[in-house]
C-alpha cells in the first residue's frame, strides 16, 4: 500500500479555494504567507434568488501559533491584489494564538456579488491553523478540528456536526479564550 500527495505553492498565483461550512488546514513559516480565495455568488437570477447577506472568515491558530488575517476584495471588472500586511480591504491581526475573525456585511461599501474575496494567512509566528468561511451564520463542525469563534454580547453563534455513527460517543467542549489588548 501507499499514499501519493501532490502539493502546489505558487503562494498568491495559486490560492487554495474555500467553499462555505468547510474548513480547510494550513500551517506558515514565520514572516510567510498562505493563500485563500472565496467566490462570492448568487443564485441564478429568479422570484427565489438568495445572495449571502453576511460572511464570517474565522482563522484558528494551533500548537500556540500567531497567525493574522489580512482580506482584499476584487470585482468581476479589478484586477485582483494579492492581501498581505501592506495591501488589505479588511484585518484581523489580534495578539498570540487568539482566533482571527472577519466578518464581511452587505453594509460594508466594499462588499460585492459575483466577486472574488482573497485571504492571505501571515506567520506572524509559525504554526498550524485552521480556516473557515460561512455565509450563513452556521458553522460546521470536524472530529477533533478546533474551531475559533468571535461573538457579541446577547448574540448567539451557531454550529452544526454531522456524527455519521449514530452509536458513537461525542463530547462537545467550549473554552472561554480572554483576548489580549490589542497591539
Known sequence: SYAITVTVNDGFLSPVVLFDQQPATGRVGQGEYQYFKYFIRSSPPGPHSSVPLSLQFILTPAGGADVDLYMTIAANDSVAREPGRQTFDYKSTSWSDVVEHIEFSHKMPQYCYDCVVYLAAYGYSAGPFSIQVSSTGIFSLQDNVAVGGVINKNAFNYYSFY?????????????????????
Not at 456524527?163 to 497591539?183: C, F, G, K, Q
Open 163 to 183: 456524527n455519521a455513527d449514530a452509536y458513537a460517543e461525542m463530547t462537545i467542549m467550549l473554552t472561554s479564550v480572554r483576548p489580549p489588548p490589542p497591539r
